[in-house]
């Protein structure tokens, strides 16, 4: 019994974080490598969609000027391009700076009450003129041809979302740079190869394009917003692909604790999406069912596997075997603490801030399954300092 309260867990961490990565890109190249490259038709205008481009922006007067330069600047036709800013409870000027932009079509939607960003992107839906919505961040840029590289795949009728990729901009100053570029790179090898072999389980709400007239108003209760759309997208039978040419880049956060609230949230979020969608995520004979308990369940569950190993390792100590893992857990942990200690000293090197983020990100993943089970995570989020 002792066994197999240690050894499951510990398979399926191993499981999560190294075989079925493994897996699905074999997969990918034995069953996905016949599909040809879209060409994102550069410079050719003919039959391109007309887009609306899609910022929630809560308070974002920093950044939001510089988003809204960039994005005017993307290589798309002007006139096939709308750029809608929802900026709603925001009380520092986000609005006023938006309008400042009325003349080149940018349209500014604010009413005082914050309600969430699902409530502000159903807002923005509503009023969208486009037959594909782009959802985007305030804080990030997009690569000039990232809107060509997104609606190309659009062209494929079984194609209801594409996401992009999200890049972390290196900045020695940032306490989570190096977590989140290492982070991101994990996840975009996975989700590259998901999308080859059908469909990705969940877009990226940084960059992620959908079919207008596929988008359901979101209740307003849901935490991840670009979750439900993307198995809303999924329930009815469309694929949602991945797009490696469509680059989204933004800063990590100052401080690692903003990314440590964000991983709360996200996975609060998270066991909402199981909880309100468990018959097709447990319906075991589907793509989406494997690759959601595979790629995200057990991400969410790696908190309680890892304390688990522990204990169990603790209470059978006595065995050579136990021994042997619980010696590799505490020099594992200590690492991970010599990392907060360098963190503290602004002197840490990637030995040890590498198990120092997987901790610290673990540690954010479990305080989220007592936020969920608790109900006491808002829809409204901390916002990350710029």
């Known amino acids: 019994m002792l066994q197999t309260i240690v050894f499951l867990p510990l398979f399926l961490l191993v499981y999560h974080y190294i075989l079925y990565p493994v897996l699905v890109v074999v997969l990918a190249r034995l069953l996905g490598g016949s599909r040809r490259p879209l060409q994102s038709g550069k410079g050719d205008d003919h039959d391109l969609p007309r887009v609306t481009f899609l910022v929630a922006a809560y308070n974002e ?25 929802v900026a709603d409870g925001s009380d520092d000027g986000t609005e006023r700076m938006v309008e400042a932009y009325a003349g080149q079509g940018v349209i500014s939607l604010h009413q005082p009450e914050r309600r969430g960003k699902t409530a502000a992107l159903n807002r923005g839906v509503e009023k ?6 782009i959802f985007s961040d ?16 659009f062209r494929d009728e079984k194609v ?12 020695s100053d940032r306490e989570s740079s190096t977590g989140d570029s290492v982070y991101w790179s994990y996840e975009s090898r996975i989700k590259q190869a998901e999308s080859d072999i059908a469909t990705i389980t969940n877009a990226d ?22 979750a439900e759309i993307s198995y809303d997208l999924i329930k009815k039978g469309f694929r949602i692909v991945y797009e490696r040419a469509a680059c989204s880049y933004e800063l990590a956060s100052e401080k690692l604790v903003d990314d440590f609230h964000v991983k709360v949230r996200m996975v ?36 309680v596997f890892m304390l688990l190993v522990l204990a169990g390792s603790l209470v059978g100590w006595q065995e050579p075997v136990f021994q042997l893992l619980l010696g590799a857990q505490v020099l594992f942990y200590g690492l991970a603490c010599l990392g907060w200690y360098g963190l503290q000293r602004e002197n840490m090197s990637r030995v040890f801030y590498v198990p120092f983020y997987f901790v610290a990100m673990n540690m954010a993943a479990f305080m989220g399954l007592l936020r969920y089970f608790s109900s006491s995570q808002s829809v409204n989020w901390r916002k990350a300092a710029r």
């Open 268 to 303: 609060a979020g998270g066991f909402q999406t199981v909880a309100l969608h468990a018959s097709a995520i447990f319906k075991l004979t589907s793509w989406y069912s494997f690759s959601f308990i595979s790629h995200k369940l057990l991400r969410y569950l790696a908190p």
């Open 138 to 153: 305030a804080n990030n840029e997009f690569s000039k041809s990232a809107i060509r590289e997104l609606v190309k795949h």
């Open 128 to 133: 969208a003129s486009g037959e594909i919505v």
């Open 160 to 171: 209801g979302g594409v996401c992009g990729i999200k890049q972390i901009k290196q900045a």
């Open 61 to 85: 007067s920093l950044v939001i000027d510089e988003k809204i330069r960039n994005t005017l600047a993307l290589d798309y036709p002007g006139d096939l391009l709308e750029i809608i800013v």
């Open 205 to 226: 709400g940084e960059i992620f394009a959908i079919r207008k007239d596929l988008f359901e108003k979101v209740d307003e209760s849901v935490i991840n917003d670009d």
